[in-house]
């Protein structure tokens, strides 16, 4: 079994904390369009998904560009406010980069807001690239952003491993041949319907079981099949 040296990263739910203000946008952009909030299920089924091809379906009379102007704003006015990062990441990161390993991100995040969350916490320095919703035609659960981001890297499918919290991030791993490990302090609902049979290979309950697993993977001392999760 080859060796992972690269971790992808999914963003939103899975590095920092932006749950509060993602749900919060949403009910405000539920609100001024309809007059009326949805479900808490409802929206985080829709975690992982690129915003635009969401308010396309929400708001189907409005223009995709305008409604998602009216949630990011809320947002951007509101981040200070709700957006943490979870505890432990920072740790996490620096045993990551420490331990010899590279770091990307991979995520349906606008590049902009990423990286302004990325420098609100001190975290953009960990990172060797990072794939946007503006980076690819095609997004998650497509393989697209992760084959492109495994590109820029110069590595293959045998050195990667994606971490994420949502269905589209597990089949974005499963559809790109990459294992992958799903976040215990996840959020986010089922899925829709063309995600909903997202396979992840391993499990971690904080960020700290993440080296250990890496280690463990690494070393081949057991199957993979018979890896317990964290």
């Not at 009910?27 to 309809?34: A, D, G, L, N, P």
């Not at 060797?128 to 697209?144: G, I």
């Not at 960020?207 to 697993?213: F, G, Q």
């Amino acid at each position: 079994m080859s060796k992972i040296t690269t971790i992808l990263f999914d963003f939103d739910g899975t590095l920092v904390n932006t749950n509060d203000v993602i749900i919060a946008s949403w009910q405000h952009t539920y609100r001024h369009y309809t007059g009326k909030e949805e479900s808490l299920e409802k929206i985080t089924a829709c975690f992982g998904e690129p915003l635009l091809l969401t308010m396309a379906r929400e708001f189907p009379a409005v223009d995709p560009e305008e409604s998602a102007e009216v949630y990011r704003r809320f947002q951007k006015e509101n981040a200070d406010e709700l957006v943490t990062i979870f505890p432990g990441i920072l740790d996490m990161l620096r045993d990551l980069k420490n331990a010899g390993y590279r770091l990307a991100i991979v995520t349906s995040r606008t590049r902009e807001s990423a990286q302004r969350y990325m420098d609100m916490f001190g975290i953009a320095s960990y990172f060797d690239d990072m794939v946007s919703c503006e980076d690819t035609n095609v997004h998650k659960p497509n393989p697209e952003p992760i084959l492109l981001c495994m590109q820029k890297l110069g590595v293959s499918r045998e050195d990667c491993i994606m971490i994420g919290d949502s269905p589209f991030d597990i089949k974005c791993a499963n559809n790109a041949g990459v294992l992958s490990v799903l976040v215990a302090w996840r959020i986010t609902g089922s899925g829709a319907p063309e995600v909903a049979d997202a396979k992840w290979d391993y499990e971690i309950a904080e960020p700290a079981d993440l080296l250990t697993l890496l280690a463990q993977i690494n070393c081949a001392e057991q199957p993979h099949a018979a890896m317990a999760a964290l």
